[in-house]
């Protein structure tokens, strides 16, 4: 599939943004706790005869898990370097993929923005259609690609994801557990998934637009633990995704159009976006970002 782009925009000068970025300790602790309800709330459901219940608590576990993965994957726990690589082991044990391929695809992404270097990305420009067939190759293409472009360090990180990602099968077994079985097909599930769920629906449509990413707000954006603050997030990678919506509110303020030549991840659901089509198809044909 040829891939082809517009500059993407740059991070805005005028926007005070240093301030968000701190974490204080209820914070860390907090982000580090999400996971946990859902994660228990799953497991309850799944030994108790509303089992079916629990692939939704998974969906949710695995939602707040991404966050929580992204968050150490940025260094934005507010924690020591070396405790942001356990919480990506510990992560990886319980989704069942290595997040730190994770990382190095990631932070890939980051850097060549929807390129052709951009393993990640390159599933925004596929159809719904394709990026959901392409699903369960994606987390093997992730760990081939980080592990072709790691260093020796950084492998022994992977290596180390593979470790822990034992740990549930091998428990499953030895408690012959059904809650942990329908754990790990979720988790399996999800992984195949991730591709559609994690970058084609905040990416698709946005690189002939030459907009870093979709970017939604109000209730869905809640919904979703925040994480539809995409637009947001690439341009200040450094601001946790908690204090995304404050960096909305000042972008909106201090950079003209910017409220307006924006792309939600669920357009129907963003009555903004409604008002302003006109306005953003003006902005598509200039094939470029202001």
């Not at 990602?165 to 399996?188: D, R, T, W």
């Not at 979709?214 to 997030?233: C, D, N, P, T, V």
Request: hydrophobic fraction near 45%; include cysteine.
């Amino acid at each position: 599939m040829p891939i082809s782009t517009v500059e993407k925009e740059k991070q805005p000068r005028n926007v005070q943004w240093r301030d968000l970025a701190s974490m204080s300790r209820l914070a860390t602790v907090h982000e580090l706790a999400l996971p946990a309800p859902w994660f228990a709330l799953s497991l309850a459901l799944y030994a108790s005869a509303y089992w079916p219940l629990g692939a939704a608590a998974s969906f949710m576990f695995f939602l707040t898990a991404l966050r929580l993965n992204h968050e150490a994957i940025h260094g934005n726990l507010g924690l020591p370097r070396g405790a942001d690589h356990v919480v990506l082991h510990v992560l990886s044990g319980l989704m069942l993929g290595s997040n730190h391929a994770v990382a190095f695809a990631h932070l890939n992404h980051h850097r060549y923005a929807m390129g052709p270097e951009d393993i990640e990305g390159k599933c925004g420009h596929m159809s719904a259609r394709e990026v959901l067939r392409h699903g369960p190759q994606f987390p093997i293409e992730i760990v081939h690609a980080a592990w072709r472009g790691s260093t020796p360090r950084s492998r022994k990180g992977i290596l180390g994801d593979a470790a822990m990602m034992l740990i549930m099968p091998v428990l499953a077994l030895a408690l012959q557990s059904q809650a942990l079985g329908f754990h790990i097909a979720a988790m399996l599930t999800a992984q195949c998934l991730t591709a559609f769920f994690a970058v084609w629906i905040t990416h698709q449509g946005t690189a002939h637009l030459g907009l870093a990413a979709r970017s939604q707000r109000g209730w869905i954006a809640k919904a979703a633990y925040l994480m539809f603050y995409h637009r947001e997030h690439h341009l200040f990678p450094r601001v946790p995704v908690h204090r995304l919506p404050d960096l909305a509110n000042r972008l909106d303020a201090s950079v003209p159009d910017y409220a307006s030549e924006h792309l939600p991840v669920i357009s129907i659901l963003d009555s903004r976006y409604r008002r302003n089509r006109a306005r953003l198809f003006a902005f598509k044909q200039k094939g470029s970002p202001k």
